[in-house]
């Protein structure tokens, strides 16, 4: 028995082995995939392109839908907006998502200075999001000019699909499918960079049935406030240049002729 157990052990050992160095290579080339990910996964889900061209073959007919609350009815510095994505109605409850992506961005910049706020189309605010109603989604950050999570999405497709080029023979990956998900809820907080526009709307890019999809909120007006202060420095800047101008005029009257 004591030999049987050792060769038994002995014949073991190479295929441990080799499952330690298969492990160890994933570990690698995870590594790595991650890495290009980081700086790709926001282009992936906003399929911006240079001359904007949306993502190839992106549906309009989406089966779910941009729901958002809040206690005030515009977008006021320290009231978050709940944002949800979920099926366009009660009937369409059996359709699932996997990769997608959410954000904010401003909704009418015609007379605004665009290139001050970083470009068309920001992404603005941030996002907070809860274990029990984020759907295995996370946050990201794809303005340059934010600091903080301005996006949320999800891509394991997309993991899924690049791990299967380097194992195309895995057995282990042809059987997994990608989380899917029917609807994921957060909370949008204004920044700002936020309360700089008129108004705010919700997109989001989603992947379904193997189409993408693009599906935008209403609108919401920004609550911005008139700066008191602010008008007080102007009035007493017209007020001062007025006086300037009639002790000008007082002194040119006193002057002979």
């Known amino acids: 028995m004591r030999m049987s157990s050792q060769l038994l052990a002995e014949k073991h050992i190479p295929s441990t082995q080799a499952c330690l160095l298969h492990l160890v290579t994933l570990l690698a080339i995870s590594r790595l995939i991650l890495c290009q990910t980081v700086n790709s996964h926001c282009e992936y889900l906003v399929g911006?392109?240079?001359?904007?061209?949306?993502?190839?073959?992106?549906?309009?007919?989406?089966?779910?839908k941009i729901y958002t609350k809040a206690k005030v009815t515009e977008v006021t510095p320290g009231?978050?907006?709940?944002?949800?994505?979920?099926?366009?109605?009660?009937?369409?409850n059996f359709f699932?998502?996997?990769?997608?992506?959410?954000y904010a961005t401003p909704s009418n910049t015609a007379n605004l200075e665009i290139e001050i706020f970083g470009g068309p189309n920001p992404h603005v605010g941030v996002f907070q999001l809860f274990d029990q109603w984020r759907a295995g989604a996370g946050g990201l950050n794809c303005n340059p000019r934010s600091r903080?999570?301005?996006?949320v999405g999800a891509f394991e497709e997309r993991?899924?699909?690049?791990?299967?080029?380097?194992?195309p023979n895995n057995p282990m990956l042809m059987r997994y499918q990608p989380p899917a998900r029917n609807q994921v809820s957060v909370l949008w907080w204004p920044t700002k960079e936020a309360?700089?526009?008129?108004?705010?709307?919700?997109?989001?890019?989603?992947?379904?049935?193997?189409?993408?999809?693009?599906?935008?909120?209403t609108t919401w007006k920004v609550n911005r406030?008139?700066?008191?202060?602010?008008?007080?420095?102007?009035?007493?800047?017209?007020?001062?240049?007025?006086q300037s101008n009639m002790r000008a005029m007082e002194r040119r009257l006193d002057q002979p002729v």
Do not use: C
Not at 96 to 102: G, V
Not at 159 to 167: A, E, G, N, P, T
Not at 230 to 242: D, G, P, V
């Open 48 to 64: 911006a392109a240079p001359s904007g061209a949306p993502v190839p073959g992106l549906q309009l007919g989406s089966p779910f």
């Open 79 to 92: 009231h978050p907006i709940q944002v949800t994505i979920g099926p366009f109605s009660q009937h369409l």
């Open 96 to 102: 699932n998502f996997t990769d997608f992506i959410l």
């Open 148 to 151: 903080s999570e301005d996006s």
């Open 159 to 167: 993991l899924l699909s690049i791990f299967k080029r380097y194992y």
């Open 195 to 217: 309360l700089a526009y008129p108004e705010i709307k919700f997109i989001a890019n989603l992947k379904s049935m193997n189409n993408w999809f693009r599906i935008e909120s």
């Open 225 to 242: 406030p008139v700066d008191q202060w602010a008008n007080t420095e102007r009035i007493l800047t017209q007020y001062q240049a007025m």
